[in-house]
């Protein structure tokens, strides 16, 4: 069965930088887009960033763009975000998504299959 795994997650100032990885399993991705979503607590989930496997096409939220990079790597089954400029508003869990391609990669409807999150924590 398809699996997500999270990591990369911790502790960083602000100002700083985290890599996040998101290691996928069970089928193949090339017609798949991988989105990473965020959830600070007592707030809903939201999109950040995503990527269509096939093109490399990338996707971002406004408040992400210019500091945060989302890539993959074929070779690995991996999808990266790297994170810059961290602010204590990035604070959040971070889940990693895949699902069948669609122009509404910025909606949770569109992915599948969920990770389990890792905590990213920015401190001021």
């Known amino acids: 069965q398809v699996q997500l795994v999270e990591s990369g997650g911790g502790l960083v100032q602000a100002g700083g930088s985290l890599r996040l990885s998101c290691t996928t399993s069970?089928?193949?991705?090339?017609?798949?887009?991988v989105g990473w979503f965020r959830q600070a607590p007592g707030k809903e989930r939201e999109f950040v960033a995503a990527i269509r496997w096939s093109t490399g096409g990338t996707y971002y939220a406004d408040s992400v763009k210019g500091r945060f990079t989302i890539s993959r790597d074929n070779a690995k089954n991996t999808v990266y975000l790297q994170m810059n400029s961290l602010k204590p508003e990035d604070t959040a869990v971070y889940y990693c998504?895949?699902?069948?391609?669609?122009?509404?990669?910025?909606?949770?409807?569109?992915?599948?299959?969920w990770g389990q999150g890792t905590q990213v924590t920015v401190s001021s």
């Open positions: 998504a895949a699902g069948p391609f669609k122009y509404s990669s910025w909606s949770m409807t569109a992915y599948d299959y």
């Open positions: 069970g089928r193949t991705f090339s017609t798949y887009a």
